[in-house]
């Protein structure tokens, strides 16, 4: 009887595994994997995927107005910083010297990064949730579809191709970079048998791009697997941002600098020179000290153990940085794997071109001619994109400077391009695309903001075209879709000034007034409704427009408000008479004649606590 018993038992376990491996593996597409379009996984850039805080039961961590807490890019709890910074900052004002400022920022770095933080072998030890999305666009929720939507508005292609075969693989940007490629490899496999198909395609994103190089380094075999690669703005050589910050080598660390114009590249320059005003309240020796003290907090104990973050540092900064920060034998593993990444920056080239050789097809699109972030101190030796430089994005094209031009006898270097009728020289000069390794598939977006690369109506339409159609084979192919185009985000356009000239009764308006708005009009529904422009083309056709709606009466004149340059002429006057010194050693000034005896009183009281 007993032996009875375990044979059903086992052939109930038998039969049990195998109707879960079977309905594991069953086909969940409309097309069961017989249509043409083979699923596309999209792999975003930095921050385009949600990872949410956990406290120590496991719960979403939530903030004031209930909801989840962001990791991205770090958790900046105001009222734990101010409580670690008011004592150092008002005794450093106090003292004029650097009494625990220092170590309060670097605390502050600390707790703020705490969450993104890794060990010793490059593995997260934050509590957090990455929120992922392990199955099709078309089994997300509507909350999940818009979340990938919004980042990636392949809404066209969703439609053309079925959501069924649009997969959005989302990982933490902040972690392990080797798991994050592992992972990527078993997603693909798990597309593949889901849909179907024997074949993805895949479209690396920005950082995706680092993860693709990954990939291919690591398992080859997933060649065999793809289908189309259809690169955006890719960090295949990472950013000279990154590289710089690890190497400390930045740009505010130059005191002139900081107090006469690096604010003004990343915010308004009013603002800018209101707090170059201010920070003269502490003495410029203070204030440097206290900012290398932050960056080195910042990348000796945050960033060089994230080997996400190496995947996004250039290759020629490797051997340097990894003298650097990963001598130390703890870090070992860290090296270890950071190493094996450099080896795949270096063959990513090698690798593309295997995939093109297979058969695999590889199209790449590419922004330039926007300065890089003014932070690292290379950010003007190579065109850029604001926040990835082209050689990095472009598989290695040769272009001008950001603002400049090839030099007036430069020939075409056909580099990777054998066809002497093609000219891959840009129509502004800025770009000789047959430098790059795919001259023929890749496609240019002038004057096209990184961070606004999503915004580009044709950019996302140049992508779903690629992806879900056949006829697109290179920049070639369709006069729609030209080698060289130019940056636009033109939802105001569509979604207010257009609609507002439809709804205008031109009969009410005099004929010439009439006439302007219905030319305006046209040449503005032809722009929107067109996939090829240049750069600053949108301003024109926005303009006009605008113009003709006020002359209709539609809008009225905005009133731009007269800039105060109260902080401008202030900050410059303080920066010609008395360099980068704080209030307080400048001679002279009224303010020190009046506070340096409480300085120094201060001083006294002070020196001997600390
Ligand atoms: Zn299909
Ligand atoms: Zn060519």
Known sequence: MKKVVSFILA???IFSVLTVGASAAAVKTECGGKCDTCPSIVVPGIGQSNVWALDENGDYILDDEGN?????????D??????????????????????????????IILDSFEVNMCDDNGKNTGNLEVEKYPYSVAECSEYEKEQIYNNVPLLDYAEQAGEDHLYYFAYNSFSNHLEIVNELYDFI???KRETGHNKVNIVPI????????????????????????VYIVPALDGSTIVGDLLSKDLTFFDKEFLFNGFLETLMDEDEARMIEVIARIIPDNVLLKGLHAA??????????????????????YYPKLAKELLSDPARAEIKRETEMYYHAQLNSDKNIQTLVDKGVQVFNIVDYDVPLYCIGNTWNDDNADGVIHLDSTSMGVKSAKVGEALPADYVQANTHCSNPEHNHISPDRVVDASTGLLPDTTFYFDGQNHEKTARNDIII?????????DDIKDVYSSPEYPQFNGARDPRGLKNSHIPAAKAVDTSALSPEVAAELEAALAEAEAFVNGTVCYAGQQKEVENRLRAALVAAGVYTVEEEEEPSDFFKNLSLWLYENYGT???SEMPGITVNLIFKPFFELFNKLLTPAF
Do not use: H
């Open 206 to 229: 920005s950082m995706g791009g680092s993860v693709a190089n990954g990939l291919l380094e690591y398992y080859p075999e997933v060649m065999d697997d793809l289908n189309k690669v």
């Open 295 to 316: 960056v080195n907090t910042l990348v000796d104990e945050v960033a060089s153990k994230i080997t996400s973050i190496w995947a996004l540092s250039p290759s020629s």
């Open 461 to 469: 339409s140049l992508a779903t075209r690629l992806l879900a159609k």
């Open 581 to 583: 010194e704080g209030f």
């Open 11 to 13: 052939l109930t376990i």
């Open 68 to 76: 989840r807490v962001s990791c991205f890019p770090a958790i900046f």
């Open 189 to 191: 496999q798990m597309v």
């Open 78 to 107: 105001i009222g734990t910083i101010v409580l670690k910074a008011i004592f150092p900052v008002l005794l450093t004002l106090l003292t004029q010297r650097d009494i625990g400022l220092s170590s309060a920022l670097s605390d």
